[in-house]
């Protein structure tokens, strides 16, 4: 006998059934809510809202537990890296070696941008930010793939594949081409024999006649940053993408709308917040311990960013990956970056401060990542570029998931706390 929730309203008692998800979390399901009792549920931000049934990503808030398809992220830390997770992410399951030669091949194959997209970047203004050219390029690219872009849900889905590799692969390509005009660099065209990470790095750094020196140190960690970024449940990019594929929109829409809502400094642009905080800590010369006392006034613009996640209530895993990583990365390129140690100083001071401890306020993704990328020489003004090329596989598996769903058109319903009606005032009488 399933388990069942009782809600009393108005002195009548309605029943309404409990979904019950893998790792036992439980869901009221109110799909019929509104029709049974007429009310609608109220949960601003949708923090105890499940917004759909998803097999792609399951963290465990309180414990600090993100797995990929049921793989602990620290396994694929270790033992993967970004191609195989991004498989994995969208398909399901590990590749086997013919499966990702197919992909790899694929990826590489779409490395390079059709040639009427060069002018896109040339009237862009020199100052744009990287974020705003990759959500105009990424919708794009329906016009140049229109046969991916049909709107036709059946005929975008048949042409998955396809849409899905030219999306990682040149989401990279024009990432390193934006970086280039803000530069005023020429373009460096992708190497086919390159694996994914060092083609970015060569893309980005190499110049006409001198390639970039190819790095497996970096070449790890920068794919340990892009695994890390794969996929993380219904987070506010990913749930912009599946509402706009839930209107039939195609791939590449819902993909450049996720860069869209990743941007904001609550989400994805964190990264650089983090930078510019530790910047701006390391100039006044303080140790953090007074940037900590402001964190705590409740002020938002003075919060500790890279801290606290509306999800975990516990130590970020992947945070604590990054921050081994961090250590890893600086030494082994010789690097002494003492951004990293006033972010060790306020992690110390803050995980052991009654105000972070009890409001559950630990390191998220961000904290540590930018200090890796700052070290391989990308700017800060791209970093929330580097977790849309990460965060790529995610959004392309739950445009998958959705569209193979019976999910309909996303519309959720609100209260009015407008205006009652009232009677309408000629311009002369007001
Ligand atoms: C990402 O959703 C995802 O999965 C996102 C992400 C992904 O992979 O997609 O994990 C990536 O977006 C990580 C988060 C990056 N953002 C930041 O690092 C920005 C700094 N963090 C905060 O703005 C904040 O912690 C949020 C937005 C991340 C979460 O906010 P919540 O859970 O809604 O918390 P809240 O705003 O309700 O605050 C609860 C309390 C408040 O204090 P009180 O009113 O109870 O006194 O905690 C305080 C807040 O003032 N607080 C902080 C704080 N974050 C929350 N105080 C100081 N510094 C902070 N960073």
Redesign the pocket.
């Known amino acids: 006998m399933s388990e069942t929730a009782k809600i009393i309203i108005e002195n009548k008692t309605f029943e309404f059934p409990v979904v019950v998800g893998t790792e036992n979390e439980k869901a009221i399901d109110t799909s019929k809510l509104r029709d049974t009792t007429g009310y609608v549920t109220y949960d601003d931000g949708y923090g105890n809202t499940a917004s759909c049934e998803s097999s792609i990503t399951f963290i465990d808030g309180e414990t600090g537990i993100l797995r990929y398809r049921g793989y602990d992220i620290q396994d694929l830390a270790v033992q993967s890296n970004f191609i195989e997770s991004a498989y994995l992410v969208i398909y399901g399951e590990l590749p086997t070696v013919q499966q990702l030669q197919n992909f790899r091949h694929l990826i590489l194959r779409n490395a390079a941008i059709h040639q009427g997209m060069f002018s896109f970047f040339e009237a862009f203004p020199n100052n744009s930010h990287p974020m705003a050219i990759l959500s105009a390029m990424l919708n794009s690219l329906g016009c140049y793939y229109p046969e991916m872009a049909t709107n036709n849900r059946q005929r975008d889905l048949e042409q998955l594949d396809n849409a899905a590799t030219i999306l990682l692969s040149k989401v990279r390509t024009l990432a390193a081409m934006s970086y280039r005009m803000k530069h005023g660099l020429p373009f460096i065209h992708p190497k086919p024999e390159l694996p994914y990470c060092s083609n970015f790095l060569h893309m980005m750094f190499s110049e006409p006649y001198v390639d970039y020196k190819f790095n497996p140190v970096i070449d790890r960690a920068l794919n340990l940053i892009l695994l890390l970024?794969a996929d993380?449940?219904q987070?506010?990019?990913t749930s912009t993408v599946r509402m706009v594929a839930s209107g039939g929109a195609n791939l590449f829409a819902s993909a450049s709308a996720g860069v869209c809502a990743l941007w904001g400094?609550?989400?994805?642009g964190?990264n650089m917040?983090v930078i510019h905080m530790l910047e701006e800590i390391h100039k006044a010369g303080d140790d953090g311990s007074s940037f900590v006392a402001a964190?705590?006034s409740?002020d938002?613009t003075k919060?500790?960013?890279?801290?606290?996640?509306?999800?975990y209530k516990n130590y970020d895993p992947r945070a604590k990956i990054l921050k081994k990583t961090c250590a890893e990365v600086l030494n082994t390129l010789g690097v002494s970056d003492p951004l990293l140690d006033i972010a060790l100083k306020l992690e110390e001071i803050a995980t052991h401060d009654e105000y972070f401890l009890a409001?559950k306020?630990y390191p998220?993704?961000?904290f540590y990542s930018g200090i890796i990328m700052r070290a391989i020489g990308i700017p800060v003004d791209m970093f929330t570029v580097m977790f849309a090329i990460g965060r790529m596989p995610g959004w392309i598996g739950h445009w998958r998931e959705l569209a193979t769903s019976k999910s309909p058109i996303h519309r959720p319903r609100q209260i009015y706390i407008g205006s009652p009606r009232r009677e309408y005032v000629p311009i002369d009488k007001r």
Do not use: I, Q, T, W
């Open positions: 970024h993380h449940e987070n506010c990019s400094p609550a989400h994805g964190a917040a964190a705590k409740g938002k919060r500790l960013m890279g801290f606290g996640h509306r999800v409001r306020l998220n993704v961000d």
